[in-house]
């Protein structure tokens, strides 16, 4: 499959997809971490592009309600944001997995179908992340682990602080190919270039 992973600058995602076989690129305007199949620019400019599958992770600056006490400063910002998840979710593209953390999309746009932790995929943290999906089935624990830290959310602040809170575990990365890439459906959507 021609898998699009929007909004990866890390390649995790994109590197358990493709050690599948599959034709995995990520795009983020920012470079990848680890060199591979990776688009330099706005996922905008491709989603037209014939992906059978997007995961997307939309920036969630705007979104989480981890900031909710900065809300009422960040009108114009949050629409863009909001804006931005809907092109996500009505991509023409017949899968498709959005994953945020718990934020306004639930109340302004839609609940998601799945919130999953990072402990049910073989990390012993807490992470909250919601899945909106599309044509895809909910994700299923793989490994059960003990231990419930809060690492994420209580890194100190720091320049690099947004770019650590935003990875992909490596457990549900390869949750998503293992149990994503094989997803046939009855009928193909066209898509349109």
């Given at each position: ?18 050690k ?6 990520s ?17 905008r400019?491709?989603?037209g ?10 920036p ?33 593209i ?7 953390p718990?934020?306004?999309i ?6 998601p ?24 089935p ?22 690099n ?32 270039a």
């Amino acid at each position: 499959m021609k898998i699009l992973i929007a909004c990866e600058y890390s390649g995790t995602v994109r590197e358990a997809f493709s050690k599948l076989g599959h034709d995995a690129w990520s795009c983020d305007i920012l470079e990848t971490e680890i060199p591979g199949n990776h688009l330099q620019c706005d996922v905008r400019e491709i989603l037209g592009d014939g992906w059978d599958m997007m995961i997307a992770h939309p920036p969630c600056t705007h979104l989480a309600v981890s900031g909710a006490r900065w809300f009422k400063d960040k009108k114009v910002e949050q629409a863009e944001a909001l804006e931005f998840v809907g092109l996500l979710l009505n991509a023409p593209i017949e899968r498709i997995a959005l994953e945020n953390p718990i934020s306004i999309i639930s109340s302004r746009i839609r609940k998601p179908d799945q919130i999953i932790q990072p402990w049910q995929y073989g990390h012993g943290e807490t992470k909250a992340t919601c899945l909106w999906l599309q044509n895809l089935p909910k994700l299923q624990p793989t490994n059960i682990v003990e231990g419930r830290e809060q690492r994420i959310w209580k890194m100190p602040p720091g320049e690099n602080r947004w770019k650590e809170r935003s990875r992909t575990f490596e457990g549900i990365a390869q949750a998503m190919a293992n149990q994503w890439g094989n997803v046939q459906t009855e009928t193909k959507r066209s898509i349109c270039a």
